[in-house]
């Protein structure tokens, strides 16, 4: 009698969670990066044999909407935030996002350092993930928590970037010069209103921070900021590829930045979830679960690019993972 192909397809799988989910995570327990290479290697491993193996690997860990700031172009900080999450909760969120696969967390906000108790989530986490990280407008005391790294939001020179965000440029240039010990990227989100001074603000910011990250503004419902058509989006894509060429710290890959002038590139949205204040845990695209419709045509995000060419073993995006999280 000839065995089933569902027979041999559970054999299979039950052999491959044997050897990865029983020897790997046993060499993989601790945040070396032998560790973290062979618990990649496993997941890649599995993902591509079995569809239910396609698990989370970065979650965006929103801890409230409260912000310091008014932005133009964000949907956050005029949105009603429930009260801050208790501790333990929040490490039972952790934990679980743990359990479901996800080794990369970064907490966001609204302004996540306005959360009372970041700093023991932060101490928390390290125990758990490979890398975290703090996305922060640089208002505050870089000193509240101890993430792995910082991306600290800059959208221009002073003038443009005050014209965003309010008169806080200064600021937090001093507050990024008074942390040299602490890794910080410069994160910054192109709009209508900053794309021609991109290039000024690139190379204004050598020397002073590890690195630059970019993604491009999504138009939600009630934003003022505009976001770019495809003719502009390559004209500042392209300064950005020549700024890196010249060995300014562009830390997304020419892979990237290239399949993002017209969105070309292919989306596993798997690898991504999303935490809300309310504790609601989400799965895939940082949209879908915000907007009732949404066009992919206008993805600006990065992160999901550099993770969707990194699952597809692009060499830039591996490149840029480890620049972002292990260098």
């Excluded at 491993?45 to 172009?73: D, E, I, W």
Aim: aromatic share 12%; proline share 5%.
């Amino acid at each position: 009698m000839f065995t089933s192909n569902n027979y041999i397809l559970k054999l299979a799988h039950d052999i491959i969670n044997s050897l990865f989910t029983e020897l790997v995570i046993k060499l993989t327990i601790g945040r070396s990066k032998v560790s973290q290479i062979l618990y990649l290697a496993g997941y890649a491993l599995k993902a591509r044999l079995f569809a239910a193996q396609r698990k989370p690997l970065l979650a965006s860990f929103k801890v409230t909407y409260r912000c310091n700031l008014k932005c133009s172009h964000c949907p956050f900080w005029n949105k009603p935030s429930p009260a801050y999450m208790d501790i333990k909760e929040a490490e039972a969120l952790l934990q679980k996002l743990y359990r479901q696969g996800v080794r990369l967390v970064i907490f966001e906000g609204g302004e996540p350092l306005l959360y009372p108790h970041l700093d023991k989530l932060v101490e928390k986490a390290k125990t758990l993930f490979f890398s975290v990280g703090i996305t922060t407008n640089g208002i505050l005391d870089l000193d509240r928590a101890n993430p792995d790294l910082y991306f600290v939001s800059l959208d221009g020179p002073r003038q443009i970037h005050d014209q965003i965000r309010g008169t806080c440029f200064d600021h937090i240039m001093d507050n990024i010069a008074a942390h040299p010990h602490m890794k910080i990227i410069a994160n910054i989100t192109i709009s209508s209103i900053n794309y021609l001074y991109i290039e000024q603000l690139v190379r204004f910011l050598k020397g002073k921070i590890f690195g630059v990250t970019v993604q491009f503004i999504y138009p939600f419902p009630g934003i003022k900021t505009l976001p770019l058509d495809y003719s502009d989006r390559t004209k500042v894509l392209d300064k950005l590829i020549r700024l890196k060429k010249e060995g300014y710290p562009v830390l997304d890959s020419f892979s990237c930045l290239e399949s993002l002038k017209d969105n070309h590139w292919k989306c596993h949205d798997f690898l991504i979830a999303n935490t809300e204040p309310d504790q609601t845990l989400h799965y895939g695209c940082y949209l879908k679960h915000r907007l009732s419709s949404y066009n992919c045509s206008l993805c600006g995000y990065a992160v999901h690019c550099e993770a969707s060419a990194a699952y597809d073993f692009n060499p830039g995006a591996l490149g840029a993972a480890k620049s972002i999280f292990w260098d």
